[in-house]
Structure formats: structure tokens, C-alpha cells
Nanobody, 121 residues
Framework: QVQLVESGGGLVQAGGSLGLSCAASGNIFSSNTLDWYRQTPGKQRELVATITNGGVANYADSVKGRFTISRDNARNTVSLLLNSLKPEDTAVYYC???????????????WGQGTQVTVSS
């Protein structure tokens, strides 16, 4: 089994910053990607940022230049630093693990419980 636990959500004013963390435990394999998604009621879940095991990061256009994703492979953690926050960043943020055991095995997806980020105007 795999467990993902997010922390760090809260209320912040527009223009402020917030840091989110996610701790992964269980059977974590070397071939994996850790991601942050977000979802607002009535909207489809959106990929915010992704980072490979090798540290290659990609961002949604809406957050590029404002958010920073990082990971610590030794500790199986992934973080997201949210800068210059806007009210439209308000959402539940989810940690996501995409991995497979090795060649010939299917990829599987795991999700955290989510943490609420609210940005006031």
C-alpha cells in the first residue's frame, strides 16, 4: 500500500505565499512522478505541477513563475511553494503519485486526502 499525506493548507491574502508538503510512504518504486493537482467545486481536477524522480519539473501555465515544486527522494516527500497567490488559486490541493514497479507492470495512481488553500482578495 501507498499513503500520501498533505499538509500546509490554510488562508492567505492575495499576493501572499504558502507552502504545501506531501509525505509518501509504503511501496514507493524508483520509476515515479510526484504531482500536485487542485480542484474547485464544479471544476475538473487540474494538474498544477509535476516532478520526475530525476527532478525535472513542469508547471501549468496558470502557475508558471509563481509556484515551485521540489522533492526529496531520500525522504519521499514533495513540496509546493505557492507565491504571489491569487483568489483563483483557491482550491483543494492534492498530492499524487504515478508509478510502476518496473517494466511489464502497469502504472498505478495514488492520491492524498487533499488540503484546502483559500486566497482572499
Amino acid at each position: 500500500q501507498v499513503q500520501l499525506v498533505e499538509s500546509g493548507g490554510g488562508l492567505v491574502q492575495a499576493g501572499g505565499s504558502l507552502g504545501l508538503s506531501c509525505a509518501a510512504s509504503g511501496n514507493i518504486f524508483s520509476s515515479n512522478t510526484l504531482d500536485w493537482y487542485r480542484q474547485t467545486p464544479g471544476k475538473q481536477r487540474e494538474l498544477v505541477a509535476t516532478i520526475t524522480n530525476g527532478g525535472v519539473a513542469n508547471y501549468a501555465d496558470s502557475v508558471k513563475g509563481r509556484f515551485t515544486i521540489s522533492r526529496d527522494n531520500a525522504r519521499n516527500t514533495v513540496s509546493l511553494l505557492l507565491n504571489s497567490l491569487k483568489p483563483e488559486d483557491t482550491a483543494v490541493y492534492y498530492c499524487h503519485l504515478h508509478q510502476r514497479q518496473g517494466p511489464g507492470y502497469p502504472y498505478k495512481d495514488y492520491w492524498g486526502q487533499g488540503t484546502q488553500v483559500t486566497v482572499s482578495s
